[in-house]
């Protein structure tokens, strides 16, 4: 089993949904007492996001480098970012350490290509909707990438950084993100990406009408693949 370096605090929610489903992974797949060989830093999230809200990337790039290069030399053989919105210095990351960084935007892109989906909904934070960092990524793999309005950004802003990163899961909050789903089909989605990790903890499938793609699980399961290779 390969080692799994973790990039995490952003925020501490997202990075405890990828150390249990790590693990729960690994146990289900190898059973008995498995669980995931995992090397985890955690930054400040509130460092980071005062940062972005600066527009101070290459600071930004320094801090999770730094912890990437930590994650590295604690044993890992690869690297995950457990975040979306931070992926916007993922290139930089990846060139500061010598082992591999899975990205997450191509994991999800392969996966709405696995399900033949050409046309893909995308929610997230209002800086991940309205910058094309993430969804030109997604892009690349021939698929056509839709956002909601930008009137709704900052309610889907406010439901992750006021209610989800907090613990707080509203039932009205997912009525909201629902109707949102809702419009996405009427523009031509054939499924949606939930681009944010807190996201999951809000959205499942039964939810809605076109496939959801669960940006957390389906990273989860790319490590996993590549860790018991």
Excluded at 98 to 107: C, K, N, R, S, T
């Amino acid at each position: 089993m390969q080692t799994i370096g973790l990039v995490g605090g952003m925020s501490w929610e997202s990075s405890a949904a990828y150390y249990q489903a790590l693990n729960q992974g690994v146990e289900q797949r190898r059973g008995g007492f498995s669980s995931a060989r995992t090397v985890m830093t955690s930054v400040d999230f509130a460092e980071v996001t005062s940062l972005q809200e600066q527009e101070r990337w290459d600071d930004v790039a320094e801090v999770l480098a730094t912890a990437a290069r930590g994650v590295q030399a604690g044993g890992a053989d690869f690297l995950l970012l457990c975040t979306t919105t931070f992926h916007r210095v993922a290139d930089q990351v990846a060139d500061a350490v010598g082992i591999p960084l899975l990205h997450l935007a191509d994991v999800v892109a392969d996966a709405c290509r696995a399900q033949g989906v050409e046309q893909v909904g995308f929610l997230g934070t209002t800086f991940a909707m309205s910058r094309s960092f993430f969804t030109d990524r997604i892009a690349s793999h021939g698929l056509t990438v839709h956002v909601p309005a930008t009137e709704h950004h900052e309610t889907l802003n406010r439901v992750i950084y006021d209610e989800l990163v907090h613990g707080k899961v509203l039932d009205s909050s997912r009525r909201t993100v629902v109707s949102l789903i809702d419009e996405l089909w009427d523009a031509g989605a054939g499924g949606v990406i939930l681009g944010c990790t807190e996201l999951e903890l809000l959205v499942r499938q039964a939810d809605a009408d076109i496939p959801v793609f669960p940006c957390t699980t389906l990273h989860v399961e790319a490590a996993l693949d590549r860790a018991l290779a």
